[in-house]
């Protein structure tokens, strides 16, 4: 069995980490269920907070990513974004907070 670098292994285990907040980021805003639960949930605090600290990896890190995980940060977070603005404005629209959201 081939052994895999240490470089490897730190790249393969930072996308994993970045998939996985990207994952809870996207159960947070209701784009997907939760597993837990089974159910829908939307909690944009929780959604906020999730991005802030992609935002902060990447400011952290920057300078210290090789190509391929500084676009994958980037597309990520970008995703993120995107959907966060489209729940919010969804929000404003109905003039309510969605059921399943956590917010108030």
Request: hydrophobic content about 35%; glycine content about 6%.
């Amino acid at each position: 069995m081939a052994e895999i670098s240490k470089e490897a292994r730190e790249q393969a285990l930072f996308s994993a980490l970045l998939f996985s907040l990207h994952s809870a980021g996207m159960q947070q805003l209701g784009k997907i269920i939760n597993p837990m639960s089974g159910k829908i949930e939307r909690d944009l605090e929780q959604a906020q907070a999730t991005i802030e600290m992609m935002e902060l990896i990447k400011k952290r890190t920057m300078g210290n990513l090789d190509d391929y995980e500084s676009k994958v940060l980037g597309r990520l977070l970008a995703e993120l974004q995107m959907n966060y603005v489209d729940e919010v404005n969804r929000e404003q629209k109905s003039g309510t907070p969605d059921e399943s959201s956590g917010t108030t």
